[in-house]
């Protein structure tokens, strides 16, 4: 008998969707245990994100920021429409919009977002896209990575739940080291962070993520 999918995912983005499309391909492949992508949700209309979903049959939506008159308002539109979704999980791909307080209240952990290094390096307010790689090209690190953790009200600060590393190259540039840490790292952990969700894996105690069975 077919595993009942009864952990409902909103995947919220901004762009491309690369993320979002690793974890649509793992759906597909069974790999995202009992998570089932019901909602992407968009913080803009047009981007290559929304045609992802469309083509995997995904309903979709748009909330653009400009169209609230502030943060507060924004969030409450958002947390409004994953209620009505009945959503379990909020997956942040590349969402470029930070969210408010009510959302933490809504989704006590239950919000993962996808960074691109290995945090506490290069994240914060201001680091996002391409600024993270060229903050870590500047520095010299030799490797970076990406993190995914659980979302609380101070950016890129919440509990840990998986890292990996990449090498960084002399001859990188910020384009370079991107693509390489999203190829080794983001769509990897990104799947695995949400199927040890689902599995019911995940606990947090003092801010620390702890994986059962591992
Ligand atoms: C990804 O590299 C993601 O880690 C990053 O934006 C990119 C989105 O790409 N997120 C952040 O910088 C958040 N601070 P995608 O739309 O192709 O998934």
Same mark, same amino acid.
């Given at each position: 008998? +077919?595993?009942?999918?009864?952990?409902?995912?909103? #995947?919220?983005?901004?762009?491309?969707?690369?993320?979002?499309?690793? $974890?649509? &391909?793992?759906?597909?492949?069974?790999?995202?245990?009992?998570?089932?992508?019901?909602?992407?949700?968009?913080? =803009?209309?047009?981007?290559?994100?929304?045609?992802?979903?469309?083509?995997?049959?995904?309903?979709?939506? !748009?909330? @653009?920021?400009?169209?609230?008159?502030? +943060?507060?308002?924004? @969030?409450?539109?958002?947390?409004?429409?994953?209620?009505?979704?009945?959503?379990?999980?909020v997956v942040l791909?590349?969402?470029?919009?930070?969210?408010?307080?009510?959302?933490?209240?809504?989704?006590?952990?239950?919000?993962?977002?996808?960074?691109?290094?290995?945090?506490?390096?290069?994240?914060?307010?201001?680091?996002?896209?391409?600024?993270?790689?060229?903050?870590?090209?500047? =520095?010299?690190?030799?490797?970076?990575?990406? @993190?995914?953790?659980? #979302?609380?009200?101070?950016?890129?600060?919440?509990?840990?739940?998986?890292?990996?590393?990449?090498? !960084?190259?002399?001859?990188?540039?910020?384009?370079? $080291?991107?693509?390489?840490?999203?190829?080794?790292a983001e769509w990897?952990?990104?799947? =695995?962070?949400?199927?040890?969700?689902? &599995?019911?894996?995940? @606990? #947090?105690?003092?801010?620390?993520?702890? #994986? =059962?069975?591992?």
């Amino acid at each position: 008998m +077919a595993m009942e999918k009864n952990v409902r995912i909103a #995947v919220l983005v901004s762009g491309g969707g690369t993320n979002l499309q690793a $974890l649509i &391909d793992a759906e597909k492949r069974g790999e995202l245990g009992r998570g089932s992508i019901c909602l992407v949700l968009a913080s =803009k209309p047009g981007v290559y994100a929304l045609e992802r979903a469309a083509a995997a049959g995904i309903e979709s939506t !748009v909330l @653009t920021r400009k169209e609230y008159a502030d +943060a507060k308002a924004y @969030t409450a539109a958002l947390v409004d429409t994953l209620v009505a979704a009945r959503i379990d999980l909020v997956v942040l791909a590349g969402f470029m919009i930070i969210i408010g307080e009510q959302m933490y209240k809504q989704f006590p952990n239950r919000i993962l977002n996808v960074h691109p290094a290995l945090i506490p390096s290069f994240c914060g307010p201001g680091f996002y896209g391409l600024h993270v790689h060229e903050a870590a090209l500047a =520095k010299g690190v030799k490797v970076s990575g990406a @993190t995914v953790h659980f #979302v609380t009200p101070e950016c890129d600060a919440g509990p840990i739940v998986l890292q990996k590393a990449v090498e !960084v190259k002399e001859d990188d540039t910020p384009e370079t $080291l991107q693509k390489r840490i999203m190829e080794q790292a983001e769509w990897k952990i990104l799947p =695995k962070a949400v199927r040890l969700f689902c &599995d019911g894996r995940l @606990t #947090v105690e003092n801010d620390k993520v702890y #994986v =059962k069975g591992e």
